[in-house]
């Protein structure tokens, strides 16, 4: 067992997750609160169903591709559940982009389309960092933040009429006890962290993006 002294060093890796996802992730952005309420457009709707597929509905996926390198092996066994359930949030995506119909007509659709390949290459490389708990807090920070995403999916079933699916991701509390240990030294929660930070910029950016093509299309 870890003594008092480093549990509470490790604590502080989730902790800096957590934190950082509350002030800096999908929670805090206005544009997708707007798209969880039920008076959301179905053009906007669909529109971020579209743009989350692009991101993340391609395989292996942040989680995939990160449990792929691995360069820290005490975090194979979490990567390789989270890779998994990722596995059916892409197929739940990949329904809901179908439902959904077409991506709605918005002027820049094709630097949209750079933007989101760019933000999935951008996404990619922080899965395969050579740095210690660089990988680890990208995957940590994505599965914080879509439990806030999930919101949409699920708000988008409804609306285009698919059956939600449960999410399967590992239990929080074993998420957090993966990412106390991982981020057990300086160097490696600093690597967390900012691999944490990549991932939440990342989603910023995406909902930013989303937020200006439905002004676009509003205006």
């Given at each position: 067992?870890?003594?008092?002294?480093?549990?509470?060093?490790?604590?502080s890796?989730?902790?800096?997750?957590?934190?950082?996802?509350?002030?800096?992730?999908?929670?805090?952005?206005?544009?997708?609160?707007?798209?969880?309420?039920?008076?959301?457009?179905?053009?906007?709707?669909?529109?971020?169903?579209?743009?989350?597929?692009?991101?993340?509905?391609?395989?292996?996926?942040?989680?995939?591709?990160?449990?792929?390198?691995?360069?820290?092996?005490?975090?194979c066994?979490?990567?390789?559940?989270?890779?998994?359930?990722?596995?059916?949030?892409?197929?739940?995506?990949?329904?809901l982009?179908?439902a959904?119909?077409?991506?709605?007509?918005?002027?820049?659709?094709?630097?949209?389309?750079?933007?989101?390949?760019?933000?999935?290459?951008?996404?990619?490389?922080?899965?395969?960092?050579?740095?210690?708990?660089?990988?680890?807090?990208a995957?940590?920070?994505?599965?914080?933040?879509?439990?806030?995403?999930?919101?949409?999916?699920?708000?988008?079933?409804?609306?285009?009429?698919?059956?939600?699916?449960?999410?399967?991701?590992?239990?929080?509390?074993?998420?957090?006890?993966?990412?106390?240990?991982?981020?057990?030294?300086?160097?490696?929660?600093?690597?967390?962290?900012?691999?944490?930070?990549?991932?939440?910029?990342?989603?910023?950016?995406?909902?930013?993006?989303?937020?200006?093509?439905?002004?676009?299309?509003?205006?």
């Amino acid at each position: 067992m870890l003594d008092t002294a480093r549990t509470d060093w490790h604590s502080s890796a989730w902790d800096l997750v957590t934190q950082l996802g509350e002030a800096d992730g999908s929670v805090a952005h206005p544009h997708l609160t707007m798209l969880i309420s039920p008076v959301a457009p179905s053009r906007d709707l669909s529109d971020a169903v579209h743009a989350l597929c692009a991101v993340h509905g391609d395989h292996p996926g942040v989680a995939a591709e990160a449990n792929r390198h691995c360069v820290q092996p005490d975090a194979c066994e979490w990567l390789s559940a989270v890779a998994e359930a990722f596995v059916a949030e892409r197929s739940y995506i990949a329904q809901l982009a179908a439902a959904a119909g077409p991506i709605p007509s918005t002027p820049g659709q094709a630097e949209t389309e750079a933007a989101l390949i760019a933000s999935r290459h951008a996404l990619e490389t922080l899965a395969r960092s050579e740095r210690r708990g660089c990988a680890t807090g990208a995957v940590a920070a994505l599965v914080q933040d879509w439990s806030t995403i999930r919101l949409l999916l699920d708000a988008a079933a409804v609306r285009f009429g698919v059956e939600p699916v449960p999410a399967s991701f590992p239990p929080v509390a074993e998420t957090a006890a993966a990412i106390v240990m991982l981020g057990g030294t300086p160097a490696t929660e600093r690597a967390v962290s900012f691999g944490a930070q990549q991932l939440f910029a990342q989603h910023r950016a995406l909902w930013a993006l989303l937020d200006a093509r439905a002004s676009a299309r509003h205006g």
